[in-house]
C-alpha cells in the first residue's frame, strides 16, 4: 500500500489493510515530499485497544506489525520526522482491519515488533555488513580510478561548490577536514555535497561511580645518573645520485576492518550510524542517520500560567516555538503552522443533506476554490487533537496542554465526536443570499437577537445553528498554548475600538458622500446603518464605507459609500455596524493569522486560522448555552445565576429553559467585571465561563464579564466592535434571547 506524505498530509488518509491475522502480507510503502527530507523517520500505531507500536522508516517498504493486523478494527497512524530539534508529524491516517473469513483461515503472528533500540542495532548491523562488502568490492578493483583529497580549501554548504583543483577528475572525492563535508567532482570544477561525516553529538553520559582507592605500591630506589657522552663530529656532505627509473605500479591498497559507531538518542537529538572502511590513500564513509524520538513520545504542546500575569510559561514540546501573526500580505514565522491540528487550511464546501456531513470542493489555492460561494460554503477544516487543562484554583486555568494522540489524562477536544472525522467550521460570520444563511465573502454579517439569528441560520438546514460552547472551548485551548497568554488582544486586536454609537451626518455631498464629525469613528471596509433614528436603518439598512477622507481643520471627515443611498439628509443618523465578510481573510495572504494593516488600533478586522474575527468586529452567538436565575432576589434570598448547557443545539427553542437543558455545577458573578477565574464543570469540561471577577485589562484573563439581567439570559462571546480591551474572551450575558442589538452575530454550523 502507497502512501503520499505531503508535508504534513497523507494521500491516502485512510486504507484497508486486509484481515485480521494476516501478518506479513500488508506493507507500507511512503513517498515523502522536500519538507522531509533529512529527516529520521517512524510511524507510529495506535491499535483499537490502545496498543502502541513504532517502526522506524527505511528506504522500502514496512512491514504492519503483527500488534496491528491482530486487532479487528480501525488502527490510528502518523508519521513522525526528525531532526536535532525539528520535528515533523504528519496527520493521523486510518487502516482498518477486517475479520478473518474463517477461523480456519487465522494465521495469527505471535512475533512481536522488535524494540526500537533492537531495530537501530539491526540498521547497524546491516552498515557493518554494507561497509565490508565495499571493502570487497575495493579490493577487488571495483574503484580503481577514483582518487581522494583531503583539505581545508573546497568550503560551502550548498548542494553545489565551484572549486578548481589542478589533476581532479570527475568522480573524484573531497573531504574537507574542519567541517567533515564530503564532496564528489560531478563536473570540471563543480563538487555535489554528499554530506557530512560528523555524526551528531551525543549526550554526556551518566557519571560512574567512584572506585575503591587501590593500595599504595612501594616506593622505588632511585636510580644512578648516566655519565654525559661526548658529541660527536659532523659527518661530511654525500654526493648528488643519479634519478632512479619509475617503479612499478603498487598494488591497490584496499579498504582496512570496517568499524562502526552508534550515538543512540536523547531528547532532541537524531542518533546517528557512521561506518568507516578505509586503508592505503583511500577511504570510503557511509554516514546516515534516522530519528528516533523519545522512547514512545508523543508530541504535546503545553503552556503554564501563575499568579494574575496574562503570560504563560511554555512547556513540553512547545518550548522555543514561537507564533507571529501578519499584517497584510506578510510572511511571517509561526513555528505552528507545522503541528498539523493547529493548521486549519480554508476551503468551499458543499453540505451534503443525505449523508449529513461537509464535502470539500477545493481548498484555498486550488483551481475552483472562489471566496464568494461559487465553490460552496467557506469553511475552515479541523483535525482532531486531545487536551489536558487545570481549572483548579483562582486565576485559572493554570495549565493547558494540547496533543495529537492520547496520552494519560488527555481527552478529546469537545468538538470533535470521534479521533478520526475532520469537523468544518465557518470562516465568517452569518450573511444571506437569496434569503439563505450563508458563509461566504463580500456580505453584510446579519445582526441581532439570539432568537432571531437562530431562525437566521436555519434558513440553510433545519438542524443548523450557530457557535457552541464545544466549539468556542476548543478553540480557546488551541489559542492559549499558540500565543502562551490570556490576553489575545495583545497579540492581534482585531476591530474593538470602532463607534458603536451613531452620530448625524452634517451635510450630504452626493447619493454616495456624506460629512460627518471627525469624532465618530468609521474605516474603509466597516458597514454603516443609514436613517432618521439613531441605530435605525431606514435610508439602508447595511451599506459598505469605501474611502474617508478627514478634515482635521474643522474636525469633519467624509465618508464615501460603496453604493448610493437615497433620501439621505442633514440630521440623519449614521449608526455603526459590521465589516463586511471577508476583509482580513483576503488581505492576510503570507501568515495564518493576522489584520489587514497594523493591529495595534482597534479599528481593523483580524483573522485566526481561518476564523474571521474571533473577537472583535461582532460578538458570536453560543447556540446552546444560556444563564438562568433562580432566588428571589432580596437581602435572604439573592438571586443565583447559572449557566445552563443544551447537550443537541438543534434542539433550541425560542431561549426557553427546558428540561433538555443541563446546569452548570458552579454560579456566575451576579456583578460586571473583568474575569478574574474560568471555572467548568466537571462532567462537561467545555461548560465553563466566570466564576470570579476582580481582575483589570493587564491581569488574568483579560476579558470582560457582563452580568445577566433577566430571567433567562443568552450568551456571547469575543467582543463587539466598541468593547477595546474588555473583548477577546469575553462573556456578554447581560440581555435576554430576544433582545435585538446590532453588534450581536451568528456563524453557520452543522454537525454530522
Not at 526528525?82 to 487465522?106: E, F, K, M, P
Not at 449608526?575 to 492576510?588: I, K, N
Not at 426557553?656 to 467548568?680: Q, W
Request: charged share 20%.
Amino acid at each position: 500500500m502507497k502512501i503520499n506524505v505531503n508535508q504534513y498530509s497523507l494521500s491516502p488518509a485512510h486504507l484497508l489493510a486486509g484481515t485480521k491475522g494476516s501478518y506479513g502480507f500488508e506493507t507500507l510503502e511512503l513517498t515523502f515530499s522536500g519538507e522531509w527530507e533529512g529527516l529520521g523517520k517512524k510511524i507510529i500505531f495506535e491499535t483499537p485497544s490502545g496498543k502502541t507500536v513504532s517502526k522506524l522508516y527505511t528506504i522500502g517498504a514496512v512491514d504492519i506489525p503483527a500488534e496491528v493486523m491482530k486487532e479487528r478494527g480501525k488502527t490510528r497512524f502518523a508519521v513522525v520526522g526528525v531532526q536535532g530539534n525539528r520535528t515533523i508529524l504528519s496527520v493521523s491516517g486510518t487502516l482498518d482491519v477486517l475479520d478473518t473469513l474463517s477461523d480456519a483461515d487465522a494465521q495469527e503472528s505471535e512475533t512481536p515488533t522488535a524494540s526500537e533500540m533492537a531495530q537501530v542495532m539491526t540498521l547497524m548491523q546491516t552498515a557493518v555488513e554494507t561497509a565490508q562488502s565495499v571493502r570487497d568490492d575495493a579490493d577487488d578493483g571495483v574503484f580503481s580510478g577514483n582518487r581522494w583529497y583531503v583539505g581545508k580549501a573546497l568550503t560551502g554548504s550548498g548542494q553545489t561548490v565551484s572549486y578548481s583543483l589542478e589533476g581532479a577528475r570527475v568522480g573524484d572525492l573531497y573531504l574537507n577536514s574542519d567541517t567533515m563535508r564530503l564532496y564528489r567532482q560531478s563536473a570540471a570544477g563543480e563538487w555535489s555535497l554528499i554530506g557530512c561525516i560528523l555524526g551528531a553529538k551525543g549526550e554526556t553520559g551518566a557519571k560512574g561511580e567512584k572506585g575503591d582507592t587501590g593500595a599504595t605500591g612501594a616506593k622505588g630506589d632511585t636510580g644512578a645518573t648516566g655519565a654525559k657522552g661526548d658529541r660527536g663530529e659532523q659527518g661530511a656532505k654525500g654526493e648528488k645520485g643519479e634519478q632512479g627509473s619509475t617503479g612499478a605500479a603498487g598494488a591497490d591498497a584496499g579498504f582496512g576492518t570496517p568499524q562502526a559507531t552508534v550515538r543512540m538518542l536523547t531528547s532532541g537529538s537524531t542518533p546517528t550510524v557512521s561506518v568507516t572502511a578505509s586503508g592505503g590513500n583511500r577511504e570510503k564513509v557511509f554516514s546516515f542517520q534516522f530519528g528516533i524520538p523519545r522512547e514512545n513520545h508523543i508530541p504535546k504542546y503545553s503552556v503554564r500560567f501563575s499568579g494574575s500575569s496574562m503570560v504563560g510559561v511554555r512547556e513540553d514540546d512547545a518550548v522555543g516555538m514561537v507564533a507571529n501573526v501578519a499584517v497584510g500580505s506578510a510572511a511571517v514565522t509561526n513555528d505552528f503552522d507545522r503541528v498539523p491540528f493547529f493548521r486549519r487550511p480554508i476551503c468551499c464546501c458543499t453540505w451534503n443533506t443525505t449523508e449529513r456531513r461537509w464535502r470539500v470542493n477545493a481548498y484555498r489555492g486550488e483551481s475552483g476554490f472562489d471566496w464568494y460561494g461559487a465553490g460552496g460554503e467557506l469553511m475552515y477544516e479541523c483535525t482532531p487533537f486531545y487536551y489536558k487543562a487545570d481549572f483548579s484554583g483562582s486565576g485559572a486555568p493554570s495549565y493547558v496542554s494540547v496533543s495529537a494522540t492520547p496520552q494519560e489524562g488527555y481527552t478529546l477536544a469537545p468538538m470533535f465526536k470521534n479521533a478520526t472525522d475532520k469537523v468544518y467550521c465557518p470562516c465568517f460570520h452569518l450573511s444571506e443570499e437569496a434569503g439563505k444563511a450563508c458563509s461566504r465573502a463580500g456580505k453584510d454579517p446579519l445582526y441581532g437577537s439570539l432568537q432571531t439569528l437562530m431562525t437566521k441560520v436555519r434558513t440553510f438546514d433545519a438542524s443548523a445553528h450557530t457557535e457552541t460552547a464545544e466549539v468556542f472551548f476548543s478553540d480557546l485551548l488551541l489559542q492559549w498554548v499558540e500565543f502562551a497568554t490570556k490576553d489575545f488582544q495583545s497579540v492581534m486586536q482585531g476591530a474593538t475600538n470602532l463607534s458603536y454609537d451613531n452620530t448625524q451626518i452634517v451635510s450630504v455631498i452626493s447619493d454616495t458622500q456624506v460629512i460627518v464629525p471627525d469624532s465618530f469613528r468609521v474605516t474603509p471596509g466597516q458597514s454603516l446603518g443609514i436613517g432618521t433614528k439613531p441605530q435605525g436603518g431606514q435610508r439602508s439598512d447595511s451599506v459598505k464605507v469605501s474611502a474617508v477622507e478627514h478634515d482635521t481643520e474643522n474636525a469633519q471627515k467624509t465618508i464615501t459609500l460603496a453604493t448610493a443611498v437615497s433620501g439621505m439628509a442633514a440630521g440623519d443618523y449614521c449608526s455603526a455596524r459590521m465589516y463586511e465578510t471577508g476583509t482580513a481573510a483576503l488581505a492576510v495572504t503570507g501568515a495564518s493569522s493576522g489584520s489587514p494593516v497594523s493591529n495595534t488600533d482597534g479599528l481593523h478586522p483580524c483573522i485566526w486560522r481561518g476564523k474571521e474575527n474571533p473577537w472583535g468586529s461582532g460578538a458570536d452567538c453560543i447556540s446552546n448555552l444560556l444563564v438562568g436565575r433562580s432566588g428571589g432576589g432580596t437581602t435572604d434570598d439573592p438571586y443565583i445565576f447559572r449557566l445552563y448547557y443544551l447537550p443537541k443545539p438543534e434542539a433550541y427553542d425560542s431561549g426557553k429553559l427546558t428540561d433538555d437543558y443541563i446546569a452548570a455545577n458552579f454560579t456566575v458573578p451576579s456583578v460586571d467585571g473583568y474575569i478574574k477565574t474560568l471555572s467548568a464543570d466537571s462532567r462537561y469540561p467545555h461548560l465553563f465561563g466566570p466564576s470570579e471577577l476582580g481582575a483589570s485589562a493587564n491581569t488574568y484573563i483579560s476579558s470582560y464579564f457582563y452580568r445577566p439581567k433577566n430571567a433567562v439570559n443568552s450568551v456571547f462571546t469575543g467582543g463587539n466592535f466598541s468593547l477595546g480591551k474588555m473583548g477577546g474572551i469575553l462573556f456578554f450575558c447581560s440581555h435576554s434571547p430576544t433582545g435585538y442589538y446590532t453588534y450581536y452575530a451568528g456563524r453557520l454550523y452543522l454537525d454530522r
